[in-house]
């Protein structure tokens, strides 16, 4: 499916606002204010961008993303400022301060935020496939696993269920190469992700995880085929994590050279470039989009960063439903 | 009415509960077409369809997760646990995502995750656990056992009702168990969780137990009342969270506890709730909480050594006698 020029200019924008918003946030993470880890999705940005842009949010596609899809979720309707509010650990965040970085939910707007066990949410959508399935509705699922992730146990007895029950679900496995430290080549024994997809009699695609417009068509003919009734398909992206696992990562690890290499394959240049060689928007109109993410940004942060932090008892109560907390046991007899 | 067994009711509650609400779903190994391992939900494929009554594959994991992602659909599923103990192979998905889920992100998993626990029937090691311990220290669960097949037709039913994740524990050494036989109400009832039940009364000493153990506590107790003991019976039936208040009433009327349970020692409820008495109703003991409980080995398979790994109606006996000495 060809894309408009609009629609590859909204690509663009998705791209931009990811990188940027990070941007910010290593910033805010620098000055201390954002407090635990720091992941960053630098030069995965066309992977999370455009396979969600392959949902179709009216029919009420569900997608859970993880750490590494930012993207992923402002493409299904998260704002800049719960982002921001959510590393924040502001009182009016998504997670009101109970969980970090991106792991925040809103089933409104189909988006469900991953736990750090990775493969436990491709079981967790499978589930959410069934009860759509179940509710005669339409829906389709998007959920993400890394190479390193492709490593659990959930993942493969998930993706085995997700084929046998043949459920609307597309798998998008991001192989950027290193999991935390560790290379693919100590993952696995394979070179290619989507080998372990044919081991469930799933179909699967190998897409370059850098070339957003790939990546999209790529989805889209997954979203197609679940929406048909043709059941779950996985999507191997193929790109490459720019920075440390999370900021204290210095990435030593890495060579220079393929940093080097990898950099010259920047998804958004890329981007860029096609639309300026194929004269599809001028280079002002390509301003525009930063200028427009500028102006978001700055407004998101100014809200998020007036937002009330909680207060200390705010960690109790809301374990169990009707639970308001209780005061902090001290000693004998307290907590009557 | 027929007296009906302890899994006819739990068969009756589910069955009940899937014709009253069409978000009840059915999902397990061999729980389709076979009926599951022990029979529970034999039938039902007929009645209710492959859609609601899932035979799936061997992947605990993949059947929890699948259940949590329904539950925050809006659908209310049941997973079976073909045994209990391999629930163990679905930890993360407990623990980590139903248990934190509200907590986490304000949306609750109404979910039954149920099977058969428990030994005596010379299961050997992964056949015969009880894993309620494992699970205690996770906030955002809870926990159901019940021993007379009333009340697990009436907590089955509370459990699918309820807005939280249950685990729902079913020993398998009464499930056919003859003896414990009840007929049922007709009407559709249901045994709120959090409550415990008194079996017994008595004023010389309190015996806190749950699951199969409340057979030995009642056999201990005819015996101790030859002796001129008379033993107050407490049924948890629910052991998180568990009835603080009817704990203490009892501890607050005998002085005197025995904390029975087939699951083994070490971390168990035992230790909890002693720790609990101790903290709030300190005052009131004439002696020590004292523990009945498993010896700390896995489940051994012959039936001499399971018979001295389980406690026995003589050790709880021991126990009483010595806390009478106080």
Known sequence: MELDKAKQLELLFFMRLTRSLEDRLDNLYKQGKIVGGLFRSLGQEATAVGSAYALDRQQGDMLSPLTRDLGALLVQGALPREVFANYLWRASSLSRGRDQNIHITDLSRGFIGTISPLGTLIAVMNGVMLATRMQKKKAVGMVYIGDGGTSTGAFHEATNFAAVQNLPLVIVGENNSYAYTTPTTKQMRILNLADRAKAYGMPSEIVDGNDVLAVFSSARRAVDRARDGGGPTFIEAKTFRMRGHAAHDNQSYVAKEVLDQWRKRDPIAHLERALAENKIASGGEIEQVNKKVGSILDEDLAWAESQPSPVPEDAAGGVYAGDTGKPKAVSAGSEE | ?326
């Open chain 2, 1 to 326: 009415m027929a007296a009906i067994t302890l899994l006819e009711a739990i068969r009756q509650g589910l069955w009940e509960e899937m014709e009253r609400d069409e978000r009840v779903f059915l999902l397990g190994e061999d729980i389709g077409v076979y009926g599951g391992a022990f029979k529970v939900t034999e039938g039902f494929v007929g009645r209710f369809g492959e859609e609601r009554v899932i035979d799936t594959p061997i992947s605990e994991s993949a059947i929890v997760g699948a259940a949590c992602g329904a539950a925050m659909m809006g659908m209310r599923p049941v997973a079976e646990m073909q045994f209990i103990d391999f629930i163990s192979c679905c930890f993360d998905i407990l623990r980590n995502y139903a248990a934190t889920s509200r907590y986490r992100q304000g949306i609750g998993i109404p979910m039954v995750v149920r099977g058969p626990c428990g030994g005596g029937v010379h299961g050997g090691p992964f056949h015969s656990q009880n894993v309620e311990s494992l699970f205690l220290n996770t906030p955002g669960l809870k926990m159901v056992e019940p021993s007379t097949p009333y009340d697990a037709k009436g907590l089955i039913k509370a459990a699918i009702r309820d807005e939280d994740p249950v685990l729902f524990f079913e020993h398998k050494f009464l499930y056919r168990n003859p003896k414990i036989k009840q007929e049922l109400p007709s009407d559709d009832y249901i045994v709120p969780i959090g409550k415990a039940a008194t079996l017994r009364e008595g004023r010389d000493l309190s015996i806190i137990t749950y699951g199969a153990m409340v057979y030995t506590a009642l056999d201990a107790a005819d015996k101790l009342k030859e002796e001129g003991l008379e033993a107050e019976i407490i049924d948890l039936r629910t052991l998180l969270p568990f009835d603080r208040e009817a704990i203490l009433e009892s501890v607050k009327k005998t002085s005197k506890v025995i904390i029975l349970h087939e699951a083994t020692r070490t971390g168990g409820m035992a230790g909890e709730l002693t720790a609990v008495i101790n903290e709030e109703a300190f005052e009131y003991l004439d002696g020590p909480v004292m523990r009945v409980t498993s010896i700390d080995t896995p489940v051994p398979y012959a039936p001499p050594l399971e018979e001295f790994f389980l406690p026995q109606v003589d050790d709880v006996l021991k126990a009483a006698r010595a806390l009478a000495a106080y």
